[in-house]
């Protein structure tokens, strides 16, 4: 018989522990012990070979050590009594975490507004900002598709690409401004979406993914070959830069620091880009908010929880998932159109499978449907790999174990509640538990 152990009302069953500590070991040491105990380094003549075990002994120990922990706080805790006082603490967790996401929103909100102007921030934490701003407008926008529709889609970043690529070719064959191809890069966008929601109206799940998927590498695909329009691999550059109300950002009379009587700092155009961001994410959340109120709302969350249902109740499933595809799009057009105008240039290697991966990420970590879920997962992942920017090697390793155990620990992501779209005398949050995981069935 295997040896158990208790503590405080627990038991572990130390056999099976080890034997799975034991696995565990084998298979880092299988994983890591090739890539990462040799290495090649250039020398005379030719490669050299360098062996590194200390390294990679390190982190098969870390593998080993994370395991067991998962197993004390996770897996091998088996609760034997005080099952009511577990009850109540977390009904009271629950309650307190209500209470706090309630005023969260309003502080974040400001601190937003205030951030450029704080003493401590610099040019380089404004342009981080800005992206990751980007990504939360990405993210709410494809959290109509996914978190709300239900429709699991891994190709959104070729509607991210088309309103770059349609503001930079406008600019660029019009002489069209800024504020005049915003609203043209959303509209061709949506279009766009209208147009992948056909085909894929009598797709669900796995197939629907991987249709959206094929759609985004056909985008990229077009863009890299159609030479003679898009530019190719040579992308396109000297994109217009937006003004204010028709005041540049630039040095000489007539720019926006000579009429507010300001001195010329480069800061300045920052600034104004981070607010135009922040002004497009929050339309994004307002719009979003709005439409998840109306008919047109409650009806995307019911074709997520049930089709067949949904159809039995007489609404239109076409209409309905092609809303959600063309308003999803609208959004990441808009980001496009900034992403556009922000860097000057842009290229097919900027919209990549690996950034529809990255924004699906970010919606299902912080919670499919939670918008404040969004900005808190898409500040964690796109800080966390600048913090981690110098460790290049194990960056992606790194990144990929927080994931792991945030999943585990946070299955339904971040902020798990749900607030009703209607509800009956008392708005109450309910458990993620009780939604629909969103795969389009």
């Known amino acids: 018989m295997a040896q158990t152990s208790s503590t405080g009302g627990r038991q572990f069953d130390i056999g099976k522990i080890a034997k799975d500590l034991v696995f565990t070991a084998l298979i880092a040491v299988v994983i890591f012990g090739s890539t990462i105990t040799f290495r090649t380094v250039s020398a005379e003549g030719g490669l050299a070979l360098v062996s590194r075990y200390d390294i990679a002994f390190y982190v098969i120990a870390a593998v080993v050590a994370g395991r067991l922990l998962l197993w004390i706080f996770f897996w091998s805790r088996v609760p034997v009594r005080k099952e009511e006082k577990k009850t109540t603490l977390k009904e009271r967790t629950t309650a307190l975490r209500e209470k706090l996401g309630k005023g969260f929103a309003p502080v974040l909100l400001i601190f937003a507004f205030v951030f450029p102007f704080l003493p401590f921030v610099d040019r380089y934490l404004l342009d981080l900002s800005i992206l990751i701003l980007t990504y939360v407008m990405l993210g709410w926008g494809l959290n109509i598709v996914v978190g709300l529709a239900g429709l699991l889609d891994l190709g959104y970043v070729a509607f991210y690409a088309i309103g770059a690529y349609s503001y930079a070719l406008l600019a660029q064959y019009f002489g069209f401004s800024f504020w005049m191809c915003l609203p043209l890069a959303g509209i061709l966008a949506a279009f766009w979406g209208v147009i992948l929601g056909f085909p894929v109206l009598r797709l669900r799940g796995d197939y629907l993914a991987i249709v959206t998927l094929a759609f985004g590498e056909i985008i990229r695909v077009v863009l890299l070959n159609w030479y003679q329009f898009t530019g190719g691999p040579d992308g396109i550059s000297g994109i217009p830069r937006p003004s204010f109300f028709g005041l540049p950002f630039r040095r000489g009379e007539g720019n926006f620091a000579d009429f507010f009587g300001l001195d010329y700092s480069s800061t300045q155009r920052i600034i104004f880009l981070y607010f135009l961001i922040l002004a497009l994410a929050l339309l994004t959340n307002f719009v979003t908010n709005r439409l998840r109120r109306l008919p047109i709302g409650r009806a995307w969350e019911a074709l997520r929880e049930d089709e067949i249902a949904c159809r039995s109740l007489g609404l239109n499933t076409t209409a309905v998932k092609l809303t959600a595809f063309a308003t999803g799009g609208m959004f990441a057009g808009f980001a496009g159109s900034f992403f556009a105008t922000r860097q000057g240039f842009i290229s097919p290697e900027s919209f990549t499978f690996i950034e529809s991966a990255l924004i699906l990420a970010i919606v299902v ?35 990929g174990l927080a994931m792991v155990i945030i999943m585990i620990w946070r299955p339904r992501g971040l902020i798990s509640t749900r607030i009703p779209s209607i509800f009956l005398k008392k708005r109450k949050a309910v458990s993620g538990d009780m939604v629909a995981q969103g795969e389009g069935h």
């Open 365 to 399: 970590l912080g919670g499919m449907g939670s918008q404040i879920g969004v900005v808190i997962a898409s500040v964690a992942m796109i800080g966390g790999f600048e913090i981690f920017r110098e460790a290049e090697q194990y960056r992606m390793l790194i990144f």
